[in-house]
């Protein structure tokens, strides 16, 4: 319940009113003895003032409060959930570093910045994870994934499946591309002029070690097929043969 009071009693109540209704013994906040209108028939609001103690003045705030719900708040759960029933969406390219000029290497367990245009180690298997702008980047010549640790330090890891390796795609306004981690939020992948790993804490949004573009290697043919969609036009009225009488 949204405020503490004592539990409610299931009352008899019509059969057009199309939620239970609850009664809340005694004079409680507004809220919880307007929480028995809301979700009914206007037809049902009067049985439920009458029950409920409330004046219509008071009830219309408190439902003009629940029609006024962020629906950003409802968005962002669903784009943390796990996505186990949509396909996959899985794309091979390469991640250019700002700061050091070369691409992003999962070498095993260890991570560097120092790749150069087309380099086997730089070719980043990337994964969607969620509805939302959650990947999972693997190496495509190790098969480790690109994760960071409770210190905040990049690792490479050969099971993809805990959330150190889940990342958070964010487009900045500059156009490169951020990479912070799910599971710590506020740190971001960035690395150093030398190609080093920086460690999470120490990084920011604004920071040019954590701004990456997104580059395809030479001669990359799409890994996946694109999505055919079909054109359904009207048919034509069946012209049936005429038979010889």
């Known amino acids: ?145 690109l994760c960071m640790n409770r210190k905040g330090k990049l690792v490479g890891k050969p099971d993809g499946t805990s959330k150190e390796c889940v990342f958070i795609e964010k487009v900045l306004e500059n156009n490169y591309t951020a990479l912070m981690s799910a599971k710590y939020s506020g740190w971001y992948v960035g690395f150093t002029k030398k190609g080093r790993p920086r460690k999470g804490p120490k990084t920011r949004e604004n920071q040019q070690d954590v701004h990456f573009m997104k580059r395809y290697p030479k001669g990359q043919t799409e890994l996946q097929k694109p999505f055919k969609y079909t054109t359904v036009t009207k048919r034509s009225r069946r012209i049936r043969p005429t038979h010889p009488g």
């Open 1 to 145: 319940p949204p405020f503490p009071g004592p539990r409610p009693l299931s009352v008899p109540h019509p059969s057009w009113a199309t939620s239970p209704v609850h009664l809340f013994p005694g004079r409680g906040r507004a809220a919880s003895r307007a929480s028995c209108a809301v979700g009914v028939r206007p037809r049902a609001r009067s049985y439920c003032l009458s029950q409920c103690g409330l004046s219509r003045p008071r009830l219309a705030s408190v439902l003009a409060a629940e029609e006024n719900v962020d629906f950003r708040i409802h968005v962002e759960n669903q784009t943390r959930a796990r996505d186990d029933v949509s396909r996959k969406q899985l794309r091979l390219y390469q991640l250019y570093s700002r700061t050091s000029g070369k691409h992003i290497q999962v070498l095993g367990r260890r991570i560097s910045a120092r790749g150069e245009d087309g380099d086997k180690y730089a070719q980043l298997l990337v994964e969607t994870d969620t509805f939302g702008s959650q990947v999972r980047i693997k190496g495509k010549e190790t098969e480790f994934y």
